[in-house]
């Protein structure tokens, strides 16, 4: 399969793809308020799932293969998370639930379950277990020998989306991912009501994400990263079409704050020790401040609920 060639340079991952200018997002300097809740947001409301208005009319919007549904665990910290780029990027094709919220399956053999289980395969070798089982049973052996898989059971076969399937693999409708760290995620992938979905693992990937868990391999992705490569391969494998950067998009907000983190490390990497004593104070005192304002309007709203109980 003839794909497209991807730049990997060691200062900017992201060059060769096919992101839109960051315009928009540099000309914001300061927060402003989400119009639905009214917190303080930058770029987008990560508890609304909206971008702000003053960039929403200039941010790219993405079309995805399959619909997505995000599981976050009620513990993961919203304004930590990737997964909002994806619902804010591709509106119609992403859904988020917080656990034990989670998604209604029609029919749990079209969903997919991407997540690392000891019988969890890449979709590369879906396709060549779906492909041989159509094609009888005397290719399976040698697919067994090929992909060192163990014998899976026999799957309905669905006749597919019109030119868009390779020949006898299944069309999914739905793939789900977990978001939370690997303790969290593990609770939510023991529920019941997640049983019984076949699972897969994506190709190897290094993370670019600044916010890596502590032990974990650089191989560990981002939600969005996870979202992006899972896209991407399932256009490759399960669609069997030429990827041409339709989904780079997805990886918007992601390379951006990449960028920003990289200039304030640098940046920061040239101040001298007492430079950097400031800044961090300034940073504290600015989290300090941010939290007071949090505790100052939930105690309004907790006076605010008490006077409507006192009147009615
Ligand atoms: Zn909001």
């Known amino acids: 399969m003839a794909e497209r060639q991807r730049t990997q340079s060691g200062d900017d991952p992201f060059a060769g793809l096919n992101i839109d200018s960051h315009e928009s997002l540099e000309n914001i300097k300061d927060r402003s308020f989400c119009p639905k809740c ?16 003053e960039v929403a009319s200039s941010l790219p919007t ?13 513990r993961e910290i919203d304004g930590k998370s990737t997964a ?27 969903v997919l379950l991407v997540y690392p289980t000891d019988n969890a395969v890449t979709l590369k ?49 739905r793939v789900v991912f977990i978001d939370s760290t690997w303790n969290q ?5 023991r529920d019941e009501r997640l049983q019984d979905l ?3 693992i994506l190709k190897t990937q290094k993370t670019h994400f600044w916010r890596t868990q502590p032990d974990k391999p650089d191989t560990y992705l981002a939600t969005i990263e996870a979202i992006y490569y ?55 005192e600015t989290t300090t401040l941010e939290a007071q304002l ?9 006076l605010t609920d008490l006077s409507v109980l006192i009147v009615n």
């Open 38 to 53: 009214h917190a303080s947001r930058k770029y987008f409301c990560y508890t609304c799932i909206i971008p702000m208005p």
């Open 62 to 74: 993405v079309s995805l293969p399959v619909h997505i549904d995000i599981i976050k665990h009620p």
């Open 84 to 110: 909002v780029h994806a619902a804010i990027i591709a509106p119609n094709d992403v859904t988020i639930y917080t656990y034990p919220d989670i998604p209604q399956f029609e029919d749990k053999a079209k």
């Open 125 to 173: 070798d879906l396709v060549k277990m779906e492909s041989s089982s159509t094609n009888g049973a005397a290719h399976s052996e040698s697919h067994i020998a090929d992909t060192g898989l163990p014998p899976q059971p026999k799957r309905t076969k669905y006749a597919g989306i019109e030119g868009q399937s390779t020949e006898g693999v299944r069309q999914f409708e």
């Open 185 to 189: 995620s593990n609770q939510i992938f």
């Open 198 to 200: 076949q699972c897969v």
């Open 230 to 284: 899972f896209t991407l391969e399932y256009h490759q494998e399960i669609l069997a079409t030429n990827y041409q950067g339709q989904y780079d998009n997805l990886l918007y907000f992601f390379s951006f704050m990449y960028k920003l983190v990289q200039k304030s490390t640098a940046e920061t990497e040239g101040l001298s020790k007492e430079e950097k004593q400031v800044r961090h104070r300034r940073r504290t």
């Open 294 to 302: 949090r505790r100052q309007k939930s105690r309004q709203k907790c």
